[in-house]
């Protein structure tokens, strides 16, 4: 994707230019996610541009010097999720749940959270079911905050300390020291 593609090219001239710019954030933009209808089909390429050998973020961590990569952490959020059961177009309509994935060298893996709650199984065979969205994105990216310069996830996300967070979470080992 040629768009993906120079945002890429411009984090990576960033970041080689640090001396400079001191850059601390950066934001991207990859749209057009919104498919109600065959939703494999559209979402799959896309999550290949982003992921896959010799695409985007695989060509950036190729060409990062090791010192710069430990020191990156990538965010990738939407900003809505999807709901429970298919359509008729064999995609599915607008929720509030949602997936965030924090990728880098500094992240500790795993899923944060219970991310099939038995609560919503039984909501499968109902129409127009909707994923309940159990953390908000809040205190994912305040985590990163924090992480990147202690105590600034607060200032960055006020409403942090009253969004929503799953009972039993705690993000505040996803990131190493």
Request: charged share 20%; hydrophobic share 40%; aromatic share 8%.
């Amino acid at each position: 994707n040629p768009y993906l593609g120079e945002q890429i090219r411009n984090l990576y001239d960033s970041l080689a230019s640090a001396d400079l710019l001191s850059l601390r954030v950066a934001s991207m933009e990859f749209g057009s996610w919104d498919s109600h209808k065959e939703q494999r089909s559209f979402i799959e390429p896309k999550l290949a541009d982003m992921f896959g050998d010799g695409k985007a973020f695989d060509v950036l961590y190729q060409q990062l010097p090791p010192s710069t990569a430990d020191n990156l952490v990538l965010v990738c959020a939407g900003e809505f999720g999807r709901q429970l059961r298919a359509n008729g177009g064999n995609g599915s309509d607008h929720g509030r749940g949602t997936t965030v994935m924090v990728i880098g060298n500094a992240v500790r893996g795993g899923v944060y959270g219970n991310m099939f709650p038995e609560s919503e199984l039984a909501l499968l065979d109902v129409s127009s079911s909707d994923i309940a969205g159990l953390t908000a994105i809040d205190h994912v990216f305040g985590r990163s905050c924090d992480w990147m310069v202690p105590g600034s996830g607060n200032i960055v996300f006020p409403n942090r300390s009253s969004a929503i967070i799953e009972p039993g979470v705690d993000l505040s080992t996803m990131l190493s020291a």
